[in-house]
Nanobody, 125 residues
Framework: QVQLVESGGGLVQAGGSLRLSCVAS????????MGWFRQAPGKEREFVAA????????YYGDSVKGRFTISRDNARNTVYLQMNSLKPEDTAVYSC??????????????????WGQGTRVTVSS
């Protein structure tokens, strides 16, 4: 079992930046693939970014490529999402997720076993 706690959300103007953090409990964080997803009101959950265990390969959704950066610090059991050039359409609840499995489909929510409660990001125009 692992518990995930996100922080760093808030209200920001368009063009601004935020950094989200997700802290995991336990001593096996380095063995998990990690992902960020978001869900806006009335919309389906959307893949944002993911980072693999081991090599730390990164993947991004098309709508955030070039603006968002995912990273991880295994010593701190933390995964980050640096969000730059924010747009009103980035407004959503952002959740991190952990996948301990060998087979990992980074953009499928169903691939992840553990989820945080989410942190709200609101981008004003």
């Amino acid at each position: 079992q692992v518990q995930l706690v996100e922080s760093g959300g808030g209200l920001v103007q368009a063009g601004g930046s935020l950094r989200l953090s997700c802290v995991a409990s336990g001593r096996t964080f380095s063995t998990y693939h990690m992902g960020w997803f978001r869900q806006a009101p009335g919309k389906e959950r959307e893949f944002v970014a993911a980072i693999s265990r081991g090599s730390g390969s990164t993947y991004y959704g098309d709508s955030v490529k070039g603006r968002f950066t995912i990273s991880r610090d295994n010593a701190r059991n933390t995964v980050y999402l640096q969000m730059n050039s924010l747009k009103p359409e980035d407004t959503a609840v952002y959740s991190c997720a952990a996948d301990p499995n060998i087979r990992w489909n980074y953009e499928r929510p169903g691939s992840y076993d553990y989820w945080g409660q989410g942190t709200r990001v609101t981008v004003s125009s």
